[in-house]
Structure formats: structure tokens, C-alpha cells
């Protein structure tokens, strides 16, 4: 691929940061200028941990409030067991819309919505075993795919998503090996004939299945096991030999017990087209939904190609992609129309707008916040089918299934509120911190200046001069520059006044509530 | 499990704050409290925003003591036989004299010395003031938002519908304006052009053929598309009329009137249209040197006033003079004495311009006292203030109950005759027979007053929460015949819905209120 060599303003790095995190700020675009591209990007591949879903909810029966439940057994009774999975749910619902609002700077939480995406897990009755396999992605998402494949194929999550854990040698079911070739790994291409996917067969289906028997899950919603597992049962498994399509050489898969599947999904990393599916895939992600003919022989060839070479290490194909002078081209730049969530992060975390209440109000609040996704079209881990949102992946409408008529005025509704006096979660306020934004910027007391620091932050290319003219009005409320810069500077001479803070806040809320009103907004 | 199994009991922030709790149905107690009456219905209201503070002084000016007015601004002083009377004591810029027409009409009212206690002379926190008609840092809410949100409940839920298919007002530009904003949304629609049916904010969206230029196109289209007043606007604007030929087409506030005339006639059912000029913080030049009824300020007032002159005339000729009335506001006037820059800087009190065919009177107020000596930075005191007459347009307008206007402000009312000049139009109200308990200012933060009416009884409030429990007796007492108003602190309380219960032996009424 060729490497990018053009200039690297603050442009070219908000453009980065926008696609590869959930919102940057000001700074974050500033400090990416400063340490270069290959400084920026390379900080994008630090991974820091974070902490474990806590219980808050009265519906919680065993663990204390504030304590994790992760490996915490369930009551006993039924109506108790209902109420404590229900309750964690709901702890794990607010600790994902958390983790994406508190993310670092950093590639992570992207990747891990990534793959939480591409294998479209919704559910398996345990929150653990939700909790664990949520866990398994992020060990992973910057890792090794390969290996990633095998630990998801016999995760008990997904054991339980896709039925593996019914899948015996006495009745195999085909759900898990099926998906695992359509959409996880060698993509469904033209169907050749009956039966003939060009990049496998019903055969391989039947096949996979079988090398899948034998896996059974225990301890969901146990009141003895503290961990949902997964355990291989050689007396269900089927030890026939099986043979692969001719898509895949007519290989021959002979039994190998527990090891079986890991054996099978090496094979099917060796197929060119698993390599090149997951490299599309990526590249819709990140870059731009239309592959034409050029993209799919100069840039998803030679992802791939980085892909093989690496043994399936996600990170190098990354790397050269976000180096490459294709993903800084000007015509890729706000191809993307945002998801929700990016949608709702862009509004949240370019300010850093985080909820930093007590343990009850933060997770509400962030429940609150998932909600607010959900809405306007996207529950995290709640894709509507096992495929992932239609947007990624449905031609030739793509990104634009995000938006439709009730959608957009969803967008506006959830603009409308956190630019205003947001919501009370027990007392506690939840809104934009416009302050914290504005003082964040280069030059908040020069409304001109304020206006062209937004529009990098929150818009993908400049616009029109008129446009900038017209949203400087609504900051200075049609007044001349001067008495914004007055404002600001009585403001930011007793800032915790509110006969200061309160019109300077009511300004930037006013500029925000346009922004967010503006096409260009929702792309990215 | 199913898909939002996350979401299952979860508690969620709801886009709408619901007014129904546990029980209590307050939207039957609204029904009955705010019920719009017929004839109010379709009253409609223009409000023109002199944007930077108007120098009132050079706008209306007490002829009676002119000599003081040398005294203080004598480089910027309009020369005495050039100011246009309107009574012996009062006059008008040389520039306005379609205004002074309309006085002499009888369809202008000047109401003097303008403002509020404690004035504050930043344009920002002073403009909040005027809009949100609330002296109170905390209020968020504006003034005819609170007064909507009190009238048409649910909003914006349960808008547009059957009975409410146009915006309740309509802001002219690309900036929806402060005064409706309501507890959960704006109530105004901002209207750059009513034969655009497009609803973006800005303009100059176009496909450059780009991946982005064509997303950009995509939800332009989608956001038009929803746009669900769009049509109705460009709709009622092509069906409407305009008939006088008295606009100036380079007068952008005459093509706005123009526009909102338009809209008007052809039946939309807007109350209310607010306008913007921008250009009076005239602190330097704000008179012409060679000719001091010249200048910036001069051109800015004839603009006002020969556009609302034209405007006039149309709604004559259209017959709409009895529906429609107008104010114009700033948000502060400026200091008596003018600066060494031939212009003025930020003061105080001002006077605001009524204008409309139902106006009762030329003129409401007293001049205003000019010192005969220069004192550094004075501007002029208050003697009327604006929350009442914001309260009295309510009333003599949208014929509001004097009960529920109290409970939209935070200061006790005084009532001004207003707009009562066309008093055959208005139907006459059925006299309250028991008034209302009524709490204001609600939405409150701090503290907030219960207003009642008692015998001569003993009566208890108990403080209750929305599901019905009893937090506190925050009163009980001995109580005369007549209105009573108890102050209560609730800084404690957390943000909610919450009922006061008045107990005693002739009655038990619930009255809800908002903790923000």
C-alpha cells in the first residue's frame, strides 16, 4: 500500500482520530498534530484495561452494591435467580455505554466494536457468560484473529448464541458451523449452484458441524458454579472423518477429540477469501463503504496480503492503513455516515462529558446513555441479527440505513436534550459540558476562532464561509466579536459565578444544538 | 432472551418528561386549569429583538426636558424642531415617522422606563433576562415557552396533530428563539424563508460529487423530508396575501413583516413570530457627525418603523388588523450621557413599542427623569417592569388566567392595560369560582411560593413525593379569609415531581410542581 506522505495538519489528524475512536477532543487532535503520524497512529495500539461491571442494582441478590458479580453464583430461587440476572444485565448494559464514554485514546473500544459486530452475539441467559465472552473480544480485538476464532468458536456465550452446545454426534446442528464460514471467516460469495456459496458448500456446513460436536456448556445461572464454562464430551462427539468441498481442496479433517475445531479453523484460514473477507470488512469499517474494483486490487489485496503475512495479527493490517496514503485521500474523507453510538460519543466525549456521580446515579446514567443509542437504532451487543447492523454490511444503502425519517428526528430529539438541560439521574445532572469544551479550544475568548476549532472537531471537511459566519452569529448572539470576548473574559475571571458561566453555556449550547442539526455532523 | 434485554426495568432517560405520575393525573388537572379560550386562539403576537441594547433616549424622547437632554448628550441630540411629537411631552426620532403615524392612528403604544431591578449591563446575561422573563440565574425555561408549556401540554410529543398542525411560533432566521423555549423543547421553528419549505438550518448544502458530498445530499433530503411543518409553512405563505405596496424590498425586516403577513393571511395558525435586528450596541458613530439625525442608530430606527408601518397597512388592507399586535424589545437601553465616540454606552430602562389596532393607550408611563447634571455611567431607572408586561400581553392577548400567569413569573404581577382596545373581539371569561392553589415559579429550583385562597380555617401542606408518600407537613396554621402566599425552601429535594396537599375543613386540593 502506499504510505501517505502529504502534509499532517490537524486536518489530517482529526480525520484519524475521528475514525479510529469515538470522539476526540480539541487537545486530542492538537497532541496528534504534535507527535506526528506515525506518533499518533502508534498511540492508538496502547491498550489499557478496564474495570469490571459493578452491581448497583437492588434486583442484585448475592454480591454486595459496588462489588463485581462476575464470578458470583445466582440465588437459588427462581424468582430471585430472574431478578439478579436482570439486574446485571443492566450493570452490564451501563458498563459498556461507560467503557465507550471513558475510552482512552486509544483503537480499542473501536476493534472491540468491531468484533463484537462481526459475530453478532445478542445473548446467552448468563450475564458471566455475556460478561466473558465481551472479555475474550477485547483480550483479542487487536490480536491475533485466528486465535481469536477458536477461543470464540468454543466460548460459552457463543456455545449458547449458536447452539454448539447442542450440537452432538447424535444430532448435529449446523448454526454455528454455518455462520462461522458465511460471516465470520470466508464470507458467502455467488452461489455457483445448489448448494455452492463459491467460497463453500452445504457440504463444509455438514462438515464443520460435525467437527463442532461435543462441546457442552455448564453452570448458566448456576447457584454453585461461580464461572459459566465450557467443557468437551469425547462420548458426543463425532470421530468419523470429514471431508471438505472442493472449495476447500477436498481436504480431509480426521478426529483429533478437543482439538478437532482448532485444527479445522487453521484450515480455514489458509483459504485467501478469509483474509480478504475480514480485510473488506475492516475497510467499510474504517475507510469507506463503496470497494470498487481499484480498492478491491490495491487496498484490500494488500491488507490481506499484510493479514497472511503476519499470521493473523490484526495490528500490522491496521497499521498500514491508517498510514496509507488511500485513507487520508480527500475523496474517502466523511464517506462514513456515523453510527449511533459514534453519533451520541461525538456529542459526548469531544468534551469529555463523562457521569462521575455515585455508583447508583453513574450507572443509571449510563443505562440512560445506552438507552439513548438504542433509540436512535443501536443497542451495543444487541445487533439485529447475528450478520451485525444492516449498515455494515448491506449494499448499496450501507451507512445510510442509520438514518432514516424517524431515526433523524430521533438524532435531533437526543441533540436536543444533552444540549439543553439534559437529564436528572437522582439529582444528578447530565448534560454536555459546553464550558469544559469551550475552554479546551485555542482561542475561547475569539468567537471566529471558537467557530473554526468546532468545525474541526465536530465536522470532516470545512465549510462553506457562510455557514461559519452564520454559526458565529448564534455565539455571539449577533453581537460584534468584541462583546463574546468580554463575555469570556468575565466569565473566565469569576467562572464559578453563573451570572457569568450561565450566558457564555447558553451561547455554546445554542452553537452545539446547530451543529448538531447539520448534515455535515452525522458524517464522518 | 430478547434483544433489549439491557434495556428490560432499565431505568431509562425518557426523551419526555412525563407529567403523569404514579396516579395523580395532572393533565386533567392542566385540562381544566389552562383551557385556551376560542377567541385567544387566534391572536398572534410579533416580538422585533433591537439586538445590542437601543439607545431609547434617541428613540423616544421626553420633550419636556430637552434642556437636560443638552446637558447629557448634546453631540449626538437630535436638534428639538426636527423630533416628531406625539404629545406635548413626548416625541419620536425624526426617522420614524411611519411609527408616528400609527400613534396617531391609535395603533401605537409607547410604553416608557422599561427594565428590571438590579440591571446587568452584559449583553449575554441581560438578553437571558429578557428572554427567559425571569431574573432568576437558574431559570431555563423562556417566557411564552412557559406560558405554551402550560397551554398545550406534552409538547413536543404530542406535536404536530389533528388540532395543532403549525408551529406555535416561528422564528425568523436560522436561530430558534430563547422566549418559547419550554420545559423539554423549543416551541418556536426557525423560518429563513416561508417559501422554502426546507428546514435546514444553513443554506449551502451541495453534492460535489464526493462520497461525502453525496451522504451530505442523502440526510439534507431525509431532514427536509421530515421537516413536518415545512409544508404547511410554504403552503400557507403561497396561498396567503400581501396588499400593500408599502415594503421596501431592501428593508430585511419589511420582507420578513412581508413574509409573516404572508403566512398570516394564508391561515397558519402560528401565535407567535419573533424578529431580529441586529446593530444597536452603537457605542461609536452611532450618529452621523455632519448630521446627528443621521447615522447608524437613525437607520436602524427607520427600518423598525417603516416596515411595521408597511406591515400595518397590509393587515388593514387584509383585514387582519384585530388579530395581530406587535412589540419590540432590547436588552437594555443605553447610559443618559452619550461617550466622546459620538455614540452611547450600555444602561439600563428603555422604552418598548406596542404597536397593533388593539392597543389601549399612547402611552403607559411617565417620562423619564434626566438629571440636569452628568453622573458617570447612569443610565435610566425603571419604572415599569417588563415581566409585567410580558404578563400583561398574556392576559389581554391570549386571555391567560390571571392564576396561571402568576405561576409562569416570579414576581408578584402588577397588570397593565395593554391590548384591550378591540374589547368586542374578546369573549367574555367566566369568572373563576374557586381559584386554583398554584405554585410559581414551576419549574423551581431554590425557593418557591404556594399561592391559595382560605376562609377563615385551619390548614395544613404536607409535601408528598410522586408515588404519594408524605415527606413533610410544611405548614400547618390558623389562616385569615383571603389569597395567601407561603414561601418554601426545597433546595433539598431532589430533581422531580412533587405535590403540595392543602388540607383543611373546606377543602383538599393537590397542586404539583417541578423540582429542576
Redesign the interface.
Known amino acids: 500500500m502506499t504510505p501517505y506522505t502529504g502534509p499532517w495538519t490537524s486536518a489530517e489528524a482529526a480525520h484519524l482520530l475521528r475514525r479510529c475512536t469515538f470522539g476526540a477532543s480539541y487537545l486530542d487532535i492538537q497532541n496528534a498534530v504534535g507527535v506526528g503520524m506515525l506518533g499518533a497512529v502508534n498511540q492508538l495500539f496502547f491498550t489499557g484495561s478496564v474495570d469490571q461491571p459493578l452491581a448497583y442494582d437492588a434486583g442484585e441478590q448475592i454480591v454486595p452494591l459496588g462489588q463485581t458479580w462476575v464470578s458470583a453464583v445466582y440465588p437459588t430461587n427462581t424468582t430471585a435467580n430472574q431478578q439478579t440476572e436482570g439486574a446485571r444485565m443492566k450493570s452490564l448494559g451501563a458498563w459498556l455505554a461507560k467503557n465507550l464514554n471513558q475510552e482512552s485514546l486509544s483503537l480499542t473500544e473501536k476493534m472491540l466494536f468491531f468484533w463484537q459486530n462481526h459475530f453478532g452475539v445478542t445473548t446467552s441467559g448468563d450475564a458471566r457468560a455475556m460478561y466473558q465472552y465481551l472479555s475474550l473480544l477485547r483480550q483479542h480485538s487487536l490480536g491475533n484473529i485466528k486465535q481469536m476464532v477458536k477461543d470464540v468458536t468454543i466460548d460459552p456465550c457463543m456455545l449458547l448464541f449458536l447452539n454448539g452446545n447442542t450440537n452432538t454426534v447424535f444430532s448435529p446442528n449446523e448454526n454455528y458451523g454455518r455462520e462461522l464460514l458465511e460471516l465470520y471467516t470466508v464470507g458467502k460469495g455467488a452461489q455457483l449452484a445448489a448448494g455452492d456459496y463459491s467460497t463453500f458448500t452445504e457440504q463444509d456446513v455438514a462438515a464443520a458441524a460435525k467437527i463442532f460436536t461435543g462441546y457442552v456448556v455448564q453452570g448458566v445461572r448456576s447457584d454453585t458454579q461461580a464461572q459459566v464454562t465450557s467443557q468437551f464430551m469425547p462420548v458426543l462427539h463425532d470421530t468419523s472423518s470429514k471431508i471438505l468441498s472442493y472449495h476447500f481442496a477436498n481436504q480431509t479433517i480426521s478426529s483429533a477429540g478437543a482439538l478437532e475445531y482448532a485444527n479445522y479453523i487453521d484450515v480455514v484460514f489458509n483459504q485467501t477469501d478469509t483474509a480478504l473477507y475480514i480485510c473488506r470488512k475492516l475497510y467499510r469499517y474504517f475507510v469507506n463503504c463503496d470497494i470498487t474494483v481499484w480498492v478491491e486490487q490495491n487496498i484490500i489485496a494488500d491488507m490481506a496480503q499484510t493479514f497472511v503475512a503476519n499470521n493473523f495479527e490484526i495490528a500490522p493490517v491496521l497499521m498500514e492503513l491508517f498510514t496509507s496514503a488511500h485513507f487520508y485521500d480527500i475523496s474517502v474523507r466523511g464517506a462514513i455516515i456515523r453510527s449511533p453510538l459514534e453519533t451520541l460519543c461525538a456529542m459526548l466525549n469531544t468534551s469529555n462529558t463523562t457521569a462521575n456521580f455515585d455508583l447508583q446515579s453513574t450507572y443509571q446514567t449510563y443505562l440512560s446513555m445506552y438507552g439513548l443509542a438504542d433509540q436512535m437504532g443501536q443497542g451495543y451487543a444487541a445487533p439485529p441479527s447475528v450478520a451485525g447492523w444492516t449498515a455494515y454490511y448491506q449494499a448499496p444503502a450501507f451507512y445510510r440505513l442509520w438514518i432514516n425519517s424517524t431515526y433523524i428526528k430521533k438524532r435531533f430529539d437526543v441533540a436536543n436534550l444533552l444540549t439543553s438541560n439534559g437529564f436528572n439521574v437522582n439529582g444528578n445532572n447530565f448534560k454536555i459540558k459546553v464550558l469544559d469544551l469551550l475552554n479546551g479550544l485555542s482561542a475561547p475568548a475569539s468567537a471566529p476562532q471558537v467557530v473554526n476549532d468546532l468545525c474541526l472537531v465536530f465536522f470532516p471537511k470545512d465549510i462553506p464561509a457562510a455557514d461559519q459566519l452564520a454559526i458565529k452569529n448564534i455565539l455571539t448572539g449577533g453581537l460584534p466579536d468584541f462583546e463574546w470576548t468580554l463575555q469570556y473574559n468575565e466569565y473566565l475571571a469569576d467562572p464559578t459565578n453563573p451570572v457569568f458561566y450561565n450566558p457564555v453555556e447558553l451561547r455554546m449550547q445554542a452553537v452545539l444544538n446547530i451543529m448538531f442539526k447539520m448534515p455535515q455532523f452525522h458524517v464522518c | ?1 430478547k ?11 425518557s ?1 419526555s418528561l412525563p407529567f403523569v405520575q404514579n396516579g395523580f393525573s395532572m393533565q386533567a388537572i392542566a385540562k381544566q386549569l389552562f383551557e385556551v379560550p376560542k377567541s385567544a386562539e387566534d391572536k398572534v403576537l410579533i416580538l422585533i429583538r433591537m ?2 441594547g437601543n439607545d431609547g433616549l434617541n428613540m423616544v424622547f421626553p420633550r419636556d426636558q430637552y434642556a437636560e437632554l443638552v446637558v447629557q448628550r448634546s453631540n449626538i441630540l437630535v436638534p428639538e424642531n426636527q423630533i416628531l411629537p406625539l404629545t406635548t411631552d413626548v416625541g419620536l426620532h425624526p426617522k420614524m415617522t411611519g411609527m408616528q403615524t400609527l400613534f396617531n392612528e391609535g395603533k401605537l403604544s409607547v410604553i416608557q422606563n422599561v427594565g428590571y431591578p438590579e440591571p ?1 449591563r ?4 441581560s ?2 433576562i429578557w428572554t427567559t422573563g425571569a431574573l432568576d ?2 431559570q ?1 425555561s423562556g417566557w411564552l415557552g412557559r406560558y405554551f408549556d402550560s397551554a398545550y401540554p406534552n409538547f413536543p410529543d404530542a406535536y404536530p396533530n389533528v388540532d395543532y398542525t403549525d408551529p406555535f411560533a416561528i422564528s425568523m432566521g ?2 430558534v428563539s ?1 422566549t418559547c ?1 419550554g420545559l423539554m ?2 416551541f418556536s421553528h426557525a423560518v429563513s424563508d416561508p417559501f422554502n419549505s426546507s428546514n ?3 443554506t ?2 451541495t453534492n460535489d460529487g ?3 458530498g453525496g ?2 445530499e ?3 433530503t ?2 427536509n ?2 421537516n413536518e411543518y415545512g409544508q404547511q409553512i410554504s403552503s400557507a405563505a403561497s396561498a396567503g396575501n400581501s396588499l400593500s405596496g408599502m415594503y421596501d424590498p431592501l428593508n430585511p425586516l419589511a420582507v420578513q413583516l412581508k413574509y409573516i403577513a404572508q403566512m398570516i393571511s394564508g391561515g397558519l395558525k402560528t401565535k407567535v413570530y419573533i424578529l ?1 435586528v ?1 446593530g444597536f ?1 452603537t457605542h461609536d458613530a452611532q450618529v452621523d457627525q455632519n448630521d446627528v439625525k443621521e447615522g447608524v442608530h437613525a437607520n436602524l430606527l427607520k427600518r423598525i418603523s417603516d416596515a411595521v408601518r408597511a406591515f400595518q397597512h397590509d393587515l388593514q388592507l387584509l383585514g387582519l388588523e384585530q388579530r395581530v399586535a406587535g412589540l419590540t424589545f432590547s436588552e437594555f437601553g443605553r447610559q443618559i450621557a452619550s461617550n466622546g465616540s459620538m455614540g452611547t454606552d450600555h444602561g439600563d430602562a428603555a422604552p418598548l413599542l406596542l404597536f397593533g389596532a388593539c392597543v389601549s393607550n399612547g402611552v403607559v408611563g411617565g417620562n423619564p427623569q434626566i438629571p440636569n447634571q452628568v453622573n458617570n455611567q447612569a443610565g435610566l431607572s425603571m419604572q415599569i417592569d417588563f415581566r409585567d408586561i410580558y404578563a400583561s400581553i398574556l392576559k389581554d392577548w391570549f386571555e391567560v388566567d390571571a392564576q396561571v400567569i402568576q405561576g409562569l413569573f416570579e414576581q408578584n404581577i402588577t397588570y397593565y392595560d395593554l391590548l384591550q382596545g378591540c374589547t368586542n373581539s374578546i369573549a367574555q371569561k367566566p369568572t373563576v369560582q374557586q381559584p386554583q392553589a398554584l405554585v410559581y415559579p414551576n419549574p423551581s429550583l431554590g425557593q418557591h411560593h404556594l399561592k391559595f385562597f382560605s376562609v377563615n380555617e385551619f390548614v395544613e401542606v404536607f409535601l408528598i413525593d410522586q408515588s404519594g408518600k408524605i415527606l413533610q407537613k410544611s405548614f400547618e396554621g390558623q389562616l385569615n379569609h383571603g389569597q395567601q402566599i407561603l414561601s418554601f425552601e426545597i433546595n433539598v429535594l ?3 415531581s412533587y405535590f403540595y396537599l392543602l388540607k383543611s375543613g373546606s377543602r383538599q386540593e393537590l397542586v404539583s410542581f417541578q423540582k ?1
Do not use: C, P
Open positions: 432472551m434483544r433489549r434485554s439491557f434495556l428490560k426495568n432499565g431505568a431509562l432517560a426523551l439586538n445590542g446587568n452584559s449583553h449575554f446575561r438578553m437571558d440565574i437558574n431555563t436560522s436561530e430563547s423555549q423543547g423549543n435546514l438550518l444553513l449551502s448544502v464526493t462520497y461525502y451522504q451530505i442523502y440526510i439534507s431525509l431532514i423530508q421530515t431580529n441586529n450596541d431532589k430533581a422531580g429542576l
